[in-house]
């Protein structure tokens, strides 16, 4: 059991040992969209959102008196 601890604090500790060559820049953006989003882009990326959400819980609830003769 120690083994696996010690491995799991080793793999954790290592990047921290090897050093910082790696530099990381995050992609901020500090200015306004070059191209504005326009209403019907905007309602679009909603609706397909709200679409990606839904259907799944709206499917399990539509088959839910299946799902309870399966169990």
């Not at 604090?9 to 500090?30: D, E, F, K, V, Y």
């Not at 679409?51 to 399990?60: E, K, N, R």
Request: charged letters at 20%; proline letters at 6%.
């Amino acid at each position: 059991m120690s083994g696996i601890i010690r491995g799991i604090a080793r793999i954790r500790t290592a990047p921290a040992l090897r050093g910082s060559n790696i530099t990381q820049r995050s992609n901020l953006a500090s200015k306004p969209a070059k191209d504005p989003l326009g209403a019907a882009e905007t309602a679009f990326s909603l609706a397909l959102f709200s679409l990606a959400i839904l259907a799944p819980s709206g499917w399990v609830l539509a088959n839910l008196e299946s799902y309870k003769k399966k169990a």
